[in-house]
Each structure stands twice: as C-alpha cells, then as structure tokens.
C-alpha cells in the first residue's frame, strides 16, 4: 500500500524566510506527485505536481518541489515566503490510477 | 474551469439519523472521491467511484455508503449518524490518468450532536 509522510506538521517563518517542508512516500513502481494548498476558508488547490521530465517543477506562487527517486522524496521550497502563503500544504501520491493517498497535512503560519 | 459543488456548506444533524451529502462536478469527470478532513490526520478517503454505479471502499468506509446513478453525482451517505461523524467532508473529482490532479469542492462542515 501506499503512504505519504510529511515530517512538519507546523511550521512558523517570519516573511522573506525561506520554506521547505518535507514529503516521503513508500511505493516502488511510478508515481505521481501533487501538493495541494488550503488557504483559510477556501477548498483545497493544486500548487504543482510531477508525473514525469524534469525533477525540479515549478507551481503556482513561486513554489517548486524538486522529486529525488533515490530518497522517495518530495519537498516543496520556496525562496521568500509572503505572510498569503499561510495556509496549509499537503503532499500526495497517486500510484495506482484510482486513487490518492494525502499526507498528514503542513500548517504554515508566516508572520508580518 | 473545473467546478465540484457540495449542497451544504454547513450542515446540523442528530445522532441515528440518516445523512445525505450531494455533490456535483461540471467537468465530465470519470472519477470521484470523499473524504473526511480532521485536524492533525489529514485527508482520509471514504469511497471513491470511477464511473457510474462503480464505487469502491477507501480507508475508513465504515458506517458510510454511497450512490452514483449519474456521471456528474456522487452522494455519501451516513446510514446511523454517530458523533464520531462530525468532521469536515470533501468532495473531489478527477480526469482520467494518474497524472492529473483532484478537484476539490468546498466542504461541508458536519456536525452531529
């Protein structure tokens, strides 16, 4: 079965800080990846994904995740964070064509 | 732009009831998903159906079913509400392939006191 980790389950960061959280998967064969973003009150959104081609991919926002096949990972960066991206993050992982499997979700709180 | 409506934003029950959460997506979309969103578990999935009349179990089906008699509508159902059931619901659709992302709609906060 598949499963996704996001190690950070809070993070705090002062505006112009630079952001990385933390997604592992378990699964051996190809993968899909996504990372989603909650704004408060709003449904949740597609910030980037990979499915194949470049490792490094590029979101909405200024936000990039870079996929490292040797560490199963995921981590989505940003350079200079902006008190709108509080909100929270969440990875996902579709492996088989069906369905998807979330992680435990980031909260990003960025202060003025 | 893909929209997926969920009928009630809010939504106030008893426990034993009977509950009914709609949802609609305007895209033509093969597969759509439930799941219950809470604090510090993320989002857990309920059923998901990948076409009409089609469904299949997720993680935590129990005390939950569901009906698509129509592309564009996925209902759960909650047969005996319990207070255990109170949690955030969010409905998704998606285009078909492993490559594409999920459509959410907006959620319905449920509560069953």
């Known amino acids: 079965a598949q499963s996704v980790s996001q190690h950070n389950h809070h993070v705090i960061l002062s505006e112009a800080a630079s952001l990385e959280l933390g997604c592992n998967y378990s699964?051996?064969?190809?993968?899909?990846l996504f990372w989603y973003v909650q704004y408060p009150g709003q449904h949740l959104q597609l910030l980037l994904k990979?499915?194949?081609?470049?490792?490094l991919v590029k979101g909405i926002k200024g936000f990039e995740a870079e996929f490292i096949k040797s560490k199963f990972s995921f981590n989505l960066r940003k350079p200079s964070v902006q008190w709108s991206d509080t909100a929270e993050y969440f990875c996902a992982v579709n492996a088989y064509a069906g369905k998807s499997t979330f992680g435990d979700g980031t909260t990003l709180t960025v202060k003025p | 732009d893909v929209k997926v409506t969920q009928s009630s934003r809010y939504l106030v029950k008893r426990t034993g009831e009977k509950v009914f959460l709609e949802c609609v997506q305007d895209?033509?979309?093969?597969?759509m998903f439930w799941y219950r969103q809470d604090p510090g578990l993320g989002l857990r999935l309920i059923y998901f159906s990948y076409d009409v009349k089609m469904k299949e179990k997720g993680d935590i089906p129990e005390g939950y079913s569901v009906s698509r008699e129509k592309k564009e509508r996925f209902s759960l159902i909650l047969e005996s509400a319990s207070t255990n059931q109170t949690s955030m619901y969010l409905c998704?659709?998606?285009?078909?392939?492993?490559?594409?992302?999920?459509?959410f709609g907006d959620g319905t906060r449920l509560s069953i006191l």
């Open positions: 990979y499915f194949s081609g470049d490792p």
């Open positions: 699964y051996g064969g190809t993968v899909n």
């Open positions: 998704a659709s998606r285009g078909p392939g492993g490559n594409q992302p999920q459509h």
């Open positions: 895209m033509d979309h093969e597969n």
